[in-house]
């Protein structure tokens, strides 16, 4: 860089500029950082107090940390009240100047609202976007029914290799994880039922609350959650990195649905899948709850079978398995949905796969809620 004193020069716009003019040599990239900041700094110094004309008819190459720098050293001359003008810039040079140039952002004016207001307006905004969603939800849900329904008229385009592949990740390879914490939780609900219990020497009852709990709230519910956070977060990573690398659009630029195609085996997995894992679960809580009552309630094994049967019957156990379905819809559509809204980012692909497990486990518990209401109406 090559400083020249003058007096009277002119801008690219024609307008008098009384200061130094200042030429621009080499290159003004990210390899020459320290030289560039060194040469802002002294751009900057003969700004004070004076307009600055900035010749680059001499750079050789200018990138995004040349162009910010002089952007910046720009800013700083003109909040001093002086000013500082290019000239000889090639046209991609004043493209990337003209990007790189600093703007401050707007005030944010002050909500001068009272509180009361603010906290209903903010209510009134996240209902609003709750009913936006809940629709959302049931009009992706009509989309995935008419691609099912196509999918019946033609079978040979139903990609039954799909549907294996994920029965196998969300069912076989989830059955370890699921038996092993239900079997845990079964183990626990007994101990603490059994320690209440004993104090009206009625530790024996223990068998009905277990059997109860399980096989209608307990095992779907804890097999549901299980399920929300795992297959229902890799889901929408899934989904989300192909919307990222624009695979779902190639899908549809080949003539592709890409409900079909990545959606219907995914959500009939989990359909399937899912009942046959409350049954497991179911299973192995019951059995944690008889080796607990075992070891801390004095029952055997001949004793807990008996009970259980006695207590339990064939209804009990079928509305667990009525609701696994619709919960594993559930699950699959909000899944599905949040991994579709993914941008192109890290960050939002991170967002949506945290919002999906909240929304599903949550939808999960109201479902649950729901059914338990409905059972209880009509005394099944």
Not at 198 to 206: D, P
Not at 311 to 336: D, E, N, R
């Amino acid at each position: 860089m090559r400083i020249e004193n003058g007096s009277g020069t002119l801008d690219a716009a024609g307008a008098d500029l009384d200061g130094p003019r200042v030429t621009l040599r080499g290159r003004w990239t990210a390899d020459q950082g320290p030289a560039v900041e060194r040469a802002a700094a002294d751009i900057a110094a003969y700004g004070r107090g004076q307009p600055v004309l900035v010749d680059l008819s001499a750079v050789l190459r200018l990138d995004t940390l040349g162009a910010w720098v002089l952007e910046r050293t720009r800013a700083e001359i003109e909040g001093a009240g002086s000013r500082l003008a290019y000239a000889g810039a090639r046209p991609e040079h004043r493209i990337l100047l003209g990007e790189m140039g600093l703007r401050e952002a707007e005030p944010k004016a002050p909500d001068t609202r009272n509180p009361v207001v603010r906290g209903l307006d903010g209510l009134g905004r996240r209902v609003a976007q709750g009913g936006a969603e809940v629709l959302a939800g049931i009009a992706f849900l009509g989309e995935v029914v008419a691609a099912a329904g196509r999918v019946a008229r033609r079978p040979r385009t139903f990609r039954a290799a799909a549907l294996v592949n994920q029965l196998e990740q969300v069912a076989f390879r989830g059955v370890p994880i699921i038996v092993l914490i239900s079997f845990l939780v079964g183990g626990i609900v007994a101990q603490q039922g059994i320690f209440q219990l004993q104090r009206f020497g009625a530790q024996s009852f223990v068998v009905n609350l277990i059997g109860l709990l399980i096989l209608r709230e307990l095992g779907v519910l804890l097999t549901s959650i299980m399920v929300a956070g795992r297959s229902g977060s890799a889901f929408t990573a899934e989904i989300g990195s192909m919307r990222m690398r624009e695979e779902v659009d190639a899908l549809r630029v080949m003539g592709l649905d890409p409900i079909e195609i990545l959606i219907l085996p995914r959500i009939l997995a989990l359909v399937i899948g899912l009942p046959i894992l409350s049954f497991l679960g179911s299973l192995a809580a019951l059995a944690g709850g008889g080796l607990t009552a075992a070891l801390y309630g004095g029952l055997t094994v001949d004793g807990f079978l008996a009970r259980l049967q006695a207590a339990v019957s064939f209804h009990h156990f079928a509305v667990g398995l009525i609701k696994a379905p619709f919960m594993a819809l559930t699950i699959g559509i909000i899944a599905t949905i949040e991994g579709f809204a993914v941008q192109g980012s890290a960050e939002s692909l991170g967002r949506h796969v945290t919002a999906s497990v909240v929304k599903s486990i949550f939808m999960v518990i109201v479902l649950d809620g729901l059914f338990a209401v409905f059972f209880a109406a009509i005394n099944f």
